[in-house]
Nanobody, 125 residues
């Protein structure tokens, strides 16, 4: 069992930056691929980024490439999402997710086993 707790969301002006963190409980974090998803009001949950269990491979949705960076620190059981050049359309609840075990990251939400509670990101124009 893995518990995920996101932090770092909030309000930022367009063009600004935020860094989301997702802290995981448990001693098997390093074996999990991790992903970030988001859901805006009235829209379906969408893939943002993913990282393999070792951190050697990363994947991004096309609209996030060049602006967002996913990384992980297995010693701290934490995955990060650095978001730069934020746009009003990036406003959403952001979720981190864990995929067990030793898999690569995935853009499919149904391939993740554990989810955080979500963290609101608001971008003002």
């Amino acid at each position: 069992q893995v518990q995920l707790v996101e932090s770092g969301g909030g309000l930022v002006q367009a063009g600004g930056s935020l860094r989301l963190s997702c802290a995981a409980s448990g001693r098997t974090f390093s074996s999990y691929a991790m992903g970030w998803f988001r859901q805006a009001p009235g829209k379906e949950r969408e893939f943002v980024a993913a990282i393999s269990w070792r951190g050697g491979n990363t994947y991004y949705a096309d609209s996030m490439k060049g602006r967002f960076t996913i990384s992980r620190d297995n010693a701290k059981n934490t995955v990060y999402l650095q978001m730069n050049m934020l746009k009003p359309e990036d406003k959403a609840v952001y979720y981190c997710a864990a995929r067990a075990s030793y898999y690569a990251g995935s853009s499919r939400a149904d391939e993740y086993d554990y989810w955080g509670q979500g963290n609101q990101v608001t971008v003002s124009s």
